[in-house]
């Protein structure tokens, strides 16, 4: 097997998109750092540092974004309370649920929910989650 350093790095790269590809399939499911490092074979600390390094943040923050993105989608559609949606992104406490929210997103989940307008129809995909994404404070 070629051992140069492209290589190697091609399959560091593999490992961190498997870590990244886990996170948004799993992202209800209680994960944390030293999970998805064991699963790949690497340190929590050596994860961390490869995944920012590869994503631009770590793999608990991109957690987090992904939960505050599937919330927003839920409370768009109008069908959940906001505690509902909280159990269902893989939070276990709505204080810390509607903290992180309102960190990412600049208002309380259920302002949100009231002044979000209903689902985005009629758009792509692409263009729904470029639009809603969120945006950490200073990164505007």
């Known amino acids: 097997m070629d ?3 492209g290589t ?9 998109r498997r870590v990244r590809d886990r996170i948004d399939r799993e ?10 490092a064991r699963g790949i ?7 961390s540092r490869e995944f920012r390094a590869a994503y631009g943040e770590s793999p608990y923050s991109y957690l987090m974004t992904r939960r505050i993105e ?15 949606v909280c159990y269902a ?5 709505l204080g810390t649920f509607t903290t992180r929210f309102t960190e990412l997103v600049g208002v309380s989940p259920g302002r949100y929910r009231r002044e ?3 689902p985005l129809t009629g758009l792509p995909g692409f263009i729904t989650m470029r639009v809603t ?3 950490r404070n200073g990164e505007v």
């Open 41 to 47: 074979g690497y340190s929590a600390g050596h994860l």
């Open 133 to 135: 994404k969120p945006v």
């Open 3 to 5: 051992g140069s350093p």
């Open 70 to 84: 599937r919330a927003m989608t839920l409370l768009r559609r109008g069908d959940q309370s906001v505690t509902e």
């Open 8 to 16: 190697q790095r091609l399959r560091d790269l593999e490992r961190l």
């Open 89 to 93: 992104v893989g939070y276990n406490s």
């Open 116 to 118: 979000s307008g209903g």
């Open 27 to 36: 992202y209800a499911r209680p994960l944390d750092v030293e999970t998805l």
